[in-house]
């Protein structure tokens, strides 16, 4: 009764881990920051070309239909319109990236912390190609938690338009109700998923 108590968790401890973690952040968020303005500068400089080529493909198109007998006009414009087609799904798929720097990853913290029920904790989450790809780790007392959790998860707006394809969910000892489960959101395990941990 005369010995003293050791604390494994002081305010001083948990202090220190609130640091920690909050310097993490910011450097995530900075990051995030530096990020979206070399993808903005980017898809200024390719909006630029963009808008040229289509100023290029529609002055051929007018020279087209005054010389209808040319057929290298015809040649040159379908080049171009190919081009500016593919100009397209870069500066589109630039924007998607740019638009996941910019919102970073704290609104899919903020929707699992919200929507995860009580006996089911998060172990870590990987967001690939601006949200395009999305995989979740976590754990559950009860197997029957991780549905719920799923379908709560499909009522947020930031993982508006997901569709987790994959669901593997592991019992480490038989004789326990706590599982271990992995969402994926294509219909298998990405191969940076797989090897890497979050």
């Given amino acids: 009764m005369f010995r003293k108590e050791r604390r494994l968790l002081s305010f001083r401890v948990l202090l220190q881990a609130c640091v920690v973690v909050f310097a993490l952040l910011m450097a995530m968020y900075g990051y995030g920051v530096r990020q979206g303005a070399q993808m903005q500068a980017d898809l200024a400089q390719l909006q630029g070309q963009l808008d040229r080529r289509v100023a290029q493909v529609e002055e051929l198109a007018m020279r087209l239909a005054q010389r209808k007998t040319d057929t290298s006009a015809a040649q040159e414009l379908a080049r171009l319109e190919r081009e500016v087609a593919a ?3 870069v500066v589109d798929a630039l924007t998607r990236v740019r638009d996941s ?3 970073g990853v704290s609104g899919y913290m903020e929707s699992f912390a919200r929507q995860a029920p009580k006996g089911v904790w998060l ?5 690939q190609g601006g949200g395009e790809a999305l995989v979740i780790r976590g754990s559950a007392l009860r197997a029957a938690l991780v549905p719920d959790f799923l379908q709560r998860l499909s009522g947020e707006t930031t993982l508006a338009g ?3 394809g994959l669901l593997q969910i592991e019992r480490e000892d038989a004789a326990s109700r706590q599982v271990d489960f992995t969402l994926y959101t294509g219909s298998e395990p990405p191969p940076e998923a797989s090897e890497d941990g979050p």
């Fill in 101 to 103: 720097y910019t919102r």
């Fill in 123 to 127: 172990n870590g989450f990987v967001v």
């Fill in 87 to 89: 100009r397209r799904r």
């Fill in 162 to 164: 997901t569709h987790f």
